[in-house]
């Protein structure tokens, strides 16, 4: 088993900035198989949706970003500390909703999620 902690969520102005973060943790075994976290958003009335995503593999490190938020936020993963960063900038209240964490292998893990709230 992986577990996914997350952490950064909170109350913000529109245009101001947040950094989420998602520690895994759990048997070197599962995480090393591990390669993909990203993060999530989820709002009343909507399925979850990605929002950023970041694999590694034989292909090398690859981030993918949902359409809405490309140039204003940025994954990035810290291979010792198994976490990764969600960086956002320039929010907008749409940017509103929980947050929850990814991380893949076979099989998917899940975080509790954390609120963001963009006021306004």
């Known amino acids: 088993q992986v577990q996914l902690v997350e952490s950064g969520g909170g109350l913000v102005q529109a245009g101001g900035s947040l950094r989420l973060s998602c520690a895994a943790s759990g048997s070197i075994f599962n995480l090393n198989f591990l390669n993909a976290m990203g993060w999530y958003r989820q709002t009343p009335g909507k399925q979850r949706e990605l929002v950023a995503v970041i694999t590694w593999g034989a292909r090398g490190i690859r981030t993918n970003y949902a359409d809405s938020v490309k140039g204003r936020f940025t994954i990035s993963r810290d291979m010792p500390k198994n976490t990764v960063y969600l960086q956002m900038n320039s929010l907008k209240p749409e940017d509103t909703g929980v947050y929850y964490c990814?991380?893949?292998?076979?099989?998917?893990?899940w975080g509790q999620g954390t609120q963001v709230t963009v006021s306004s």
């Open positions: 990814n991380a893949r292998s076979t099989l998917d893990y």
